[in-house]
Antibody
Framework: QLQLQESGPGVVKPSETLSLTCTVSGVSITTSSYYWDWIRQPPGKELEWIGS???????YYSPSLKSRVTMSVDTSKNQFSLKLSSVTAADTAVYYC???????????WGQGSLVTVSS | QSVLTQPPSVSAAPGQKVTISCSGS????????VSWYQQLPGTAPKLLIYDNNKRPSGIPDRFSGSKSGTSATLGIAALQTGDEADYYC???????????FGGGTKLTVL
């Protein structure tokens, strides 16, 4: 059974860097044609795509967040990670990791991790 | 402002059918597959429809999807109170090289 689990601090101070890791179980992160994405949802608002990484290290980032986002993958641990720098209160959201089949659909999602930006 | 446009809310009585629209452009819906997600309160989104009109295993045939040009539609028949949720459309935008979602539609089953 494929599962994704987000982990990381629940509170980050303004201007600091948000760091989250997604641990994948039940399937290899190196499976061909599958990308590993981050999506966030501010409280009471819509989904926002953040970015995507392939096991080879190729990345795609949201144009609006590109200057602050870095994604990485660790195939030995079957994990991928997100770093978002210079955070503000507007970055407070539930952060989801998800598996995406090429450009077509997200078939598995993590349960989500609430990150609050507050001093 | 989301790249894809959905109505903020729709409502219908139990047993009725409802449709939710999703409007985009040639760079996204017009040239890429559309997927739909159901988000029950307090939970992660769940894949409902993929590749415009296909249902994953376990999704009842009350849920249907279609696409025409730069728009897509989700249909839910024989509405149940358990269908009350937020519904999102999603696709890839080839010009942005980015994933995009609609603003979400809240379904109320009266």
């Amino acid at each position: 059974q494929l599962q994704l689990q987000e982990s990381g601090p629940g509170v980050v101070k303004p201007s600091e860097t948000l760091s989250l890791t997604c641990t994948v179980s039940g399937v290899s992160i190196t499976t061909s044609s599958y990308y590993w994405d981050w999506i966030r949802q501010p409280p009471g608002k819509e989904l926002e795509w953040i970015g995507s990484i392939y096991y080879s290290g190729n990345t795609y980032y949201s144009p609006s967040l590109k200057s602050r986002v870095t994604m990485s993958v660790d195939t030995s641990k079957n994990q991928f990670s997100l770093k978002l720098s210079s955070v503000t209160a507007a970055d407070t959201a539930v952060y989801y990791c998800a598996r995406r089949y090429v450009t077509r659909y997200f078939d598995f999602w993590g349960q989500g991790s609430l990150v609050t930006v507050s001093s | 402002q989301s790249v894809l446009t959905q109505p903020p809310s729709v409502s219908a009585a139990p047993g009725q059918k409802v449709t939710i629209s999703c409007s985009g452009s040639n760079s996204n819906i017009g040239n890429n597959y559309v997927s739909w997600y159901q988000q029950l309160p307090g939970t992660a989104p769940k894949l409902l429809i993929y590749d415009n009109n296909k249902r994953p295993s376990g999704i009842p045939d009350r849920f249907s999807g279609s696409k025409s040009g730069t728009s897509a539609t989700l249909g839910i028949a024989a509405l149940q109170t358990g269908d009350e949720a937020d519904y999102y459309c999603g696709t890839w935008d080839s010009s942005l090289s980015a994933g995009v979602f609609g603003g979400g539609t809240k379904l109320t089953v009266l």
